[in-house]
């Protein structure tokens, strides 16, 4: 339902006198906000799931704002407005949401959040097209992720499961190495796609087989194996690699849902090299003596 109001300087007097410590620029928007001429201003709806802090699951609630409609606005522009002016439908003031967001151009990963039901970076979802006539966007933290605060989780996981498949190349520092071996057109075009990963946390955020009882890795450390194998270099330690995906929580463990490929934003080939890794695990497995 499109969501309009005659004036918004309307509601926000409406709400009580103690108003939020507001610096110079909020006190200079909020002026020229209330300065508008009456009529109707187009309102974004947000629903959003708030708790203070992970160790309170009974501050666990949802809260709504309607923050003005700006042309090509996203869901953080919308959360920004929020942050300005904490203050529900309802008119009660609240402490300002907390989420995370650095780059603001779908290139760290850290506004990934449930947005209407489907995982993805908030910072590229733009409202027109979440919200065409007005309905309300609702904007849920990951929930395979340990909750920080509000739409805030911790993805430090991931970070861990990068150091244990050992996705970095190793340099020996101490002496002229000269240049390295060289890489084909063909191996740079397969690892292109394959290197942009940025860590955001969708695909385990999706994937059925990450959950509280299982120890899967995920789609994403596996596809930094293939893409590290793959280096001329990173090659060295192709087998320290592959050992390391297959005990308990390794590759076997994927249940071939590929609802990972769906959501990744970077449209990486996260089956293609899961497929590929499950082989050369197996090959190991089976070779591995005759080849060491
Ligand atoms: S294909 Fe494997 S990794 Fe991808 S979502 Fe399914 S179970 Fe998870
Ligand atoms: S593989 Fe894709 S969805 Fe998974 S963390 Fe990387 S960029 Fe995000
Ligand atoms: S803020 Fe970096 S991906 Fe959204």
Redesign the pocket.
Same mark, same amino acid.
């Given at each position: 339902m499109a969501e309009t109001e005659t004036n918004i300087a309307k509601a926000e007097k409406a709400a009580p006198a103690k108003a939020v410590a507001l610096d110079k620029a909020d006190r200079e928007e909020q002026q020229e906000r209330e300065a508008r001429p009456a009529g109707p201003t187009k309102l974004v709806h947000l629903r959003v799931r708030r708790q203070d802090a992970p160790d309170k699951p009974e501050t666990k609630r949802w809260e709504e704002f309607k923050v003005p409609y700006l042309p090509n606005m996203n869901v953080?522009s919308a959360l920004q407005q929020v942050q300005k002016f904490p203050r529900t439908v309802d008119g009660k003031e609240v402490v300002p949401v907390v989420w995370e %967001? @650095?780059?603001?151009?779908? @290139? $760290?990963? &850290?506004?990934t959040m449930n947005i209407n039901g489907r995982v993805r970076? %908030? $910072? &590229?979802a733009l409202v027109d097209l979440l919200s065409p006539n007005g309905e309300t966007i609702t904007i849920e933290p990951m929930n395979k992720f340990p909750l920080v605060r509000d739409l805030m989780v911790d993805r430090q996981r991931m970070f861990e499961d990068l150091k244990k498949v050992k996705a970095w190349i190793d340099l020996d520092g101490t002496h002229e190495l000269g240049p390295g071996p060289r890489e084909s057109q063909e191996q740079q075009q397969e690892r292109y796609p394959l290197s942009r990963c940025?860590t $955001?946390g969708c695909c385990l955020e999706a994937c059925p087989q990450i959950n509280d009882s299982s120890k899967f890795i995920g789609p994403a450390a596996i596809n930094q194996v293939r893409l590290f194998n793959l280096h001329p270099s990173g090659a060295m330690h192709k087998n320290a690699r592959l050992d390391s995906l297959m005990g308990e929580g390794g590759v076997a463990d994927c249940g071939k849902a590929q609802n990972c490929v769906e959501v990744c934003p970077k449209e990486i080939p996260l089956v293609d090299s899961i497929a590929v890794v499950a082989r050369a695990t197996t090959k190991r497995l089976l070779f591995g003596w005759l080849l060491k």
């Open positions: 953080i %967001a @650095v780059c603001l151009e779908e @290139v $760290c990963g &850290s506004c970076q %908030a $910072c &590229s940025m $955001c």
